[in-house]
């Protein structure tokens, strides 16, 4: 396969050492990552490729093809239902500007208010059931909380350093575990349950995926860059994690690089992101300067409808300037094209069964589930 990817400006690279790539260069001299060698490799190893097309790629099944295009067709097609959140007031329907969201089976949906450190629950018509937590180091309090999930009666909640476990009772939420994490897993900032195993964001290049499961000793498996200092090796070794049917699937932030593993660590596929807009990242002697725009970023992997892996990458151009572009892919083969493109934020945080919930434009942050025609869903995939 032939690919192109988004280039920095001359500009910024004129003078740049280019490092062993092209043979080494002074010791004041950054050095620009991803070498071009880092980006050929994912290219040739690549076995699927994610299509910047609202179409599916040439190389996907007629079958396949098929199902993706309905299955897109049903997201898009969605109708608009209830609105969550309030305009004004003090209480916990009042979100900030950062929120994850998890949709349950009984129709309910649960909200991680990440700057105001709580889990808010609504019932299937927007109002509030319970709520817990708030800034702060107490048993039923959070310090800068990243990602959650939930599991039945069980909320698992990441947040500086650690993995707290709440359970329902017949009053609400009780703190019922605290898991630490190793020095590695002190940056991770996703996770996701799959069974009785917990997989999170390690940091470091020798191992991207760190698997906890009680009373057994952590798997460490993926492949992260491998090129330059430690501080570039990690810096671009990061990324999210999500736990799909039977797959683990690992994104690279600044990389067009996916992963799909077994739950043992198997590697199943790799894709690529055919259209990425290359970020450059600059090793100095004794710094790093992150990739600055044009590039693009991954914000998000979530679990989609049947077996549809949705990503969602932020691609800023300049200071003023960022879209948003949603990916759906086959979590079986990481084949996928583009779901949709927009400059206004209406990101899909989460769905189950019909339902998806979206970011809902406007001056304040709010939610808005909607609805897919169950009869307009392809038939599961084998």
Not at 73 to 94: F, Q, S
Not at 112 to 138: C, E, H, I, P
Not at 274 to 291: C, K, T, V
């Amino acid at each position: 396969m032939t690919l192109r990817f988004g280039r920095a400006p001359l500009s910024y690279l004129a003078g740049v050492c280019l490092g062993v790539a092209f043979g080494g260069c002074a010791d004041s001299s950054p050095v620009i990552h991803p070498l071009p060698a880092a980006l050929a490799d994912l290219e040739r190893l690549a076995t699927a490729v994610i299509s910047p097309d609202t179409v599916p790629p040439p190389t996907m099944g007629r079958d396949a093809a098929t199902r993706w295009v309905a299955m897109r067709r049903a997201i898009l097609d969605a109708r608009p239902g209830v609105i969550i959140g309030a305009l004004e007031g003090d209480g916990p329907d009042v979100l900030s500007s950062w929120n994850l969201a998890s949709l349950g089976r009984a129709g309910e949906l649960y909200v991680l208010d990440a700057m105001a450190a709580r889990v808010v629950v609504f019932d299937s018509v927007g109002g509030v059931t319970t709520w817990f937590g708030r800034v702060g180091d107490g048993p039923m309090e959070l310090r800068d909380p990243t990602d959650f999930v939930v599991a039945q009666d069980s909320i698992l909640i990441l947040h500086d350093g650690g993995i707290k476990v709440f359970e329902r009772g017949s009053s609400g939420y009780e703190l019922q575990a605290t898991l630490d994490l190793d020095a590695d897993l002190v940056l991770a900032s996703s996770f996701c349950r799959a069974g009785a195993s917990i997989f999170l964001n390690a940091d470091g290049s020798a191992a991207t995926i760190r698997a906890l499961r009680p009373g057994e000793a952590p798997n460490r498996f993926g492949q992260g860059y491998e090129y330059g200092s430690a501080d570039a090796r990690n810096a671009l070794s990061r990324g999210s994690v999500g736990c799909m049917d039977g797959v683990v699937v690992y994104g690279s932030q600044y990389l067009p690089a996916l992963y799909g593993y077994t739950p043992s660590g198997e590697l199943v596929w790799s894709a690529i992101l055919s259209d990425h807009l290359q970020g450059y990242l600059l090793q100095h002697p004794n710094a790093i300067r992150f990739p600055t725009p044009p590039r693009d970023a991954l914000k998000s992997i979530e679990k989609g409808p049947d077996r549809y892996v949705l990503l969602a990458y932020s691609r800023r151009y300049d200071q003023t300037r960022t879209i948003t572009r949603t990916y759906l892919v086959d979590a079986a083969t990481g084949e996928g094209a583009l779901l949709e493109q927009s400059e206004r934020r209406q990101d899909i945080l989460a769905v189950h069964g019909t339902r998806l919930v979206r970011w809902l434009p406007g001056e304040y942050p709010r939610l808005r589930i909607w609805h897919m025609d169950p009869t307009t869903l392809p038939m599961p995939g084998p």
